[in-house]
Nanobody
Framework: QVQLVESGGGLVQAGGSLRLSCAAS????????MGWFRQAPGKEREFVAA????????YYADSVKGRFTISRDNAKNTVALQMNSLKPEDTAVYYC?????????????????WGQGTQVTVSS
């Protein structure tokens, strides 16, 4: 079992930056792909970014490519999402997720464990 706890959300003006962090429990963190998803009010949960077990491969949604960066530290059991040039449409609850299915790394179905989420609000 993996427990995930997100932090770092908040209110920021458009054009600003936030850094989300996700702390994972357990000694098998490095065996999981890690992903970030988000869900805005009235919308379905959508993929944001993912990183492979070793950190050697990263994946991004087109809407965040060039603005967001995902990284992980397997020694500290953490994964981060650096978000720059934020836009009002980035407003959502952001979720950290852990999974082992590399074929579904950009799909929510590829993840078995989810955090509770952290709110990100970008004002215009």
């Amino acid at each position: 079992q993996v427990q995930l706890v997100e932090s770092g959300g908040g209110l920021v003006q458009a054009g600003g930056s936030l850094r989300l962090s996700c702390a994972a429990s357990g000694r098998t963190f490095s065996s999981y792909n890690m992903g970030w998803f988000r869900q805005a009010p009235g919308k379905e949960r959508e993929f944001v970014a993912a990183i492979s077990r070793s950190g050697g491969n990263t994946y991004y949604a087109d809407s965040v490519k060039g603005r967001f960066t995902i990284s992980r530290d397997n020694a500290k059991n953490t994964v981060a999402l650096q978000m720059n040039s934020l836009k009002p449409e980035d407003t959502a609850v952001y979720y950290c997720a852990a999974g082992r299915n590399m074929l579904l790394v950009t799909r929510s179905g590829g993840y078995d464990w989810w955090g509770q989420g952290t709110q990100v609000t970008v004002s215009s």
